[in-house]
C-alpha cells in the first residue's frame, strides 16, 4: 500500500516523502517540477514520481484509476503562498490553492 503526496518535490512533500519511504512505506509523489533532490536519492527505490498538475483534474483521474489499489491515504501539500510568481498572477495563485485542492478532495469522494 502507498501514500499519495502532492506537492511531492516542494519543501513539505519531499520531507513527507522521505519520512514515509525511511520507514518502507510505498510514496507516489506528484507534481509540476522535476528537481534533483539529492537527499531522495537513498529512497528513491520506494519513491514514484509522477509530473502532474492538480489543476489537470483527468490526468489526476488517471492516476487514480492506475493506482487505485495502491493508494491508501493522500496527503495534499499544493499551495502557492510566498512565491514571487503568485505576487505576479495573484489569480493563478488563487486557483491553484482552491480548486487544487477541491480536486483532490473530489477524487478522495470518488476513490474512497
Known amino acids: 500500500m502507498a501514500v ?11 520531507w513527507l516523502a ?5 520507514q518502507d512505506k510505498e510514496v507516489i509523489a506528484l507534481d509540476t517540477i522535476d528537481k534533483d533532490l539529492g537527499y531522495l536519492k537513498e529512497v528513491k ?22 493506482y487505485k489499489d495502491k493508494i491508501e491515504g493522500v496527503i495534499h501539500t499544493v499551495a502557492i503562498t510566498a512565491d514571487p510568481s ?7 495563485g488563487l486557483d491553484l490553492n ?6 483532490m478532495l473530489e477524487l478522495a469522494r470518488l476513490f474512497k
Not at 503568485?86 to 493563478?92: A, I, L, V
Request: net charge positive; proline share 2%.
Open 45 to 66: 527505490g520506494r519513491i514514484t514520481f509522477i509530473r502532474a498538475d492538480v489543476l489537470n483534474f483527468s490526468k489526476l483521474v488517471e492516476i487514480f484509476i492506475q
Open 86 to 92: 503568485f505576487y505576479g498572477n495573484p489569480y493563478y
Open 18 to 22: 522521505y519520512q514515509f519511504a525511511s
Open 4 to 14: 499519495l503526496i502532492t506537492g511531492g518535490y516542494g519543501q513539505l512533500g519531499s
Open 98 to 103: 482552491l480548486r487544487g485542492t477541491i480536486n
